[in-house]
């Protein structure tokens, strides 16, 4: 396994199905929530949210089919329609909350937070870190962390056509706003890490994604083998930083929960023990994934067949 820091993030060759598959959809939603959100209010347009969630409900069958699948899994039961609807509904309610939080409109909605003081002592030591997050509630909502904790930077490392898609949904929002983004794929892009990380800031990655062909290690989550990328948790081995699992969970109304936890320290690994520590993070990362799942179930919006495209099998 290469542990150049030039090679370990780049874009691999082969696109996986979630690409063209679920990704289609939420561009449309996107689109359909910054025009209606801008206009309406939150509290008015959330009465059009229910007809929006309801049509992609009906009008989506595969993600409605691999919904299920996943939160069969999740909630440990067959999962009714209801069910189904409602996890829908979480995706578009976040996408839709998206726009207040990029125009810092965070009096909207409360927000509570586990996990504070472990990240405001990490700010405080002067040293970057990463954070691991999943497609698990809003990302947008660590914004709201900064209120509470001046001096905070967090940047995003994320694949190409996600960050184009980002960076267009804010330009819709907010001409002014600006996302701090690394492309990953770019030959610069772990160099680009590593200086904000040097500068004290936390970058993000979402680890519960891969684009097919790149290293993965086998899981257990939710009951079932599944495969998760090793190039996030190589990365911040590399740079010898510490990783915390991170998740900003809906939870119904305006209600957001911000969930922080430690995942592995590499700053002080020998290079002789890293891939054994890289294992065992990435362990520890499922298992907190897997507990967020079924304690928050309509949070993970993965809206594709993960275990069948993980597993290999057609």
Not at 73 to 89: E, K, N, S, W
Not at 166 to 192: H, S, T, Y
Request: overall charge positive.
């Amino acid at each position: 396994m290469s542990s150049d820091p030039a090679r370990l993030l780049e874009a691999p060759r082969k696109r996986a199905e979630w690409i063209g598959h679920r990704e289609r959809g939420s561009s449309a939603l996107l689109k359909a929530m910054v025009f209606m959100s801008l206009r309406l209010g939150r509290r008015a347009s959330r009465s059009v949210l229910y007809g929006i969630a309801l049509y992609f409900f009906l009008f989506a069958p595969a993600a409605r089919r691999n919904s299920r699948r996943y939160l069969r899994l999740a909630l440990g039961r067959a999962p009714t329609a209801a069910d189904g609807f409602r996890h829908v509904l979480y995706f578009a309610t976040c996408i839709h909350d998206r726009v207040y939080l990029v125009k810092q409109q965070y009096e909207r909605f409360r927000i509570s937070i586990d996990g504070e003081a472990l990240m405001r002592e990490q700010l405080e030591s002067g040293h970057g870190a990463f954070l691991m997050g999943a497609h698990l509630g809003s990302f947008e909502v660590l914004r709201s962390v900064g209120r509470r904790q001046p001096g905070l930077n967090v940047s995003m490392a994320m694949y190409e056509h996600n960050a184009r898609k980002i960076n267009a949904m804010m330009a819709a929002v907010d001409p002014q706003a600006k996302a701090d983004i690394v492309a990953l794929g770019e030959i610069d892009a772990m160099l680009r890490i590593s200086d904000r990380l040097e500068r004290g800031g936390f970058v993000g990655m979402l680890g519960d994604r891969t684009l097919s062909d790149e290293p993965l290690q086998s899981v257990r989550l939710l009951g079932e083998r599944a495969q998760l990328p090793v190039g996030p948790m190589r990365a911040a081995a590399v740079l010898r930083r510490p990783v915390f699992f991170m998740a900003g969970l809906y939870r119904g109304a305006n209600r957001y929960h911000l969930v922080f936890e430690p995942i592995a320290d590499f700053s002080m690994t020998p290079a002789g023990q890293r891939e054994n520590a890289i294992a065992s993070a990435i362990e520890r990362y499922a298992a907190l994934l897997d507990r967020y799942c079924r304690s928050d179930p309509y949070n993970w919006f993965n809206f594709f067949d993960f275990w069948r495209e993980r597993s290999g099998k057609s």
